[in-house]
């Protein structure tokens, strides 16, 4: 069963900087697609970026030129470096592959709260 250890959320300013991480475990990691996904309070999950097995990115508009989204596959570890940071960016993050081939089990999210 594929097991996906979020982690780095925390509170920072606006225009401040964090970088999440999300460590799986369960399953040959390197031939996944990944992404990242954050859901605001009493709102909807959404996607937020995703990464091909070979790299190839891409992202939300609302968060293009702002976020990066990397991987290691010899770590089985997801990266998405967080700049410029906006209020409306307070959610909390998950790492899955993207939809439609989400895994069924999600992990616990990293808190992410942009706030003065």
């Known amino acids: 069963q594929v097991q996906l250890v979020e982690s780095g959320g925390g509170l920072v300013h606006p225009g401040g900087s964090l970088s999440l991480s999300c460590a799986a475990s369960?399953?040959?990691?390197?031939?996944?697609?990944m992404a990242w996904y954050r859901q605001p309070s009493e709102k909807q999950r959404e996607l937020v970026a995703t990464?091909?097995?070979?790299?190839?990115?891409r992202y939300a508009d609302y968060v293009k030129g702002r976020f990066t989204i990397s991987r290691d596959n010899a770590k089985n570890t997801v990266y998405l470096q967080m700049n410029s940071l906006k209020p409306e960016d307070t959610a909390l993050y998950y790492c899955?592959?993207?939809?439609?081939?989400?895994?069924?089990?999600w992990g616990q999210g990293t808190q992410v709260t942009v706030s003065s």
């Open positions: 899955n592959r993207p939809p439609p081939w989400a895994w069924e089990s």
């Open positions: 369960g399953t040959i990691f390197s031939i996944n697609p």
């Open positions: 990464i091909t097995e070979s790299g190839n990115t």
